[in-house]
């Protein structure tokens, strides 16, 4: 079932000079978001952004991702966190990307919803093509990102890194020694 509410998106601010703010993105991506992210990104010369979602509508999730590019954010998915989808598409867009141990990204092709059947659509696609090639990325990642149908998802991981074109770093859980 679906949500009615968009993202829940908020920031938590530096405590102090030598600190970044976090822009925490939570929830369903819906057609708002992009403002709202907006707004609170004005406020911020630099931030990282902490995403958990099971993705949502992919042109908000680009018009983000293109704010995080311009501003030069970071990106992150902290452990037990999942950024699936139109979430994965924001991840993309950091000048740094980071996993940490547990948290999880995966991608699939762009869809419509019709009666509650996905059918995959070019045109999506081709949007999403056109923005990855925005944020620097070649025909790999384009290929990898699109790759899976919609009712599945290709999780980037060690195992499929190489495959995806995707540069990202990987911070160990601190509790796990």
């Known amino acids: 079932s679906s949500c009615a509410f968009a ?18 993105i939570n929830g369903e991506i819906k057609a708002t978001d992009d403002a ?35 501003r030069g954010y970071k990106t992150a998915i902290y ?22 141990e ?19 659509t070019g045109v999506g696609n081709a949007l999403v093509g056109h923005y990855l090639s925005q944020l620097g990325f070649g025909e790999k990642t384009v290929v990898f990102a699109t790759l899976a149908p919609p009712e599945k998802i290709l999780w980037l991981n060690a ?5 995806s074109g995707i540069e990202y770093d990987t911070i160990p ?3 796990s020694n």
Not at 39 to 52: N, R
Not at 80 to 98: P, Q, Y
């Open 36 to 70: 709202a992210f907006r707004k609170i990104a004005a406020e911020y010369d630099d931030a990282i952004v902490l995403l958990d979602s099971e993705g949502g509508m992919i042109r908000p999730a680009m018009d983000i991702g293109r704010t995080i590019k311009l």
């Open 79 to 100: 452990k037990d966190g999942s950024c699936a989808s139109a979430c994965a598409l924001i991840w993309l867009a950091g000048s740094k990307r980071v996993i940490f």
């Open 102 to 120: 547990g948290g999880q990204v995966g991608f699939h092709a762009s869809y419509l919803d019709a009666d509650g059947s996905k059918l995959e």
């Open 7 to 24: 993202a829940d998106i908020e920031a938590i601010p530096p405590k102090n000079t030598d600190d970044v703010a976090l822009i925490v």
């Open 159 to 163: 195992e499929t890194a190489s495959m």
């Open 173 to 175: 859980d601190p509790g």
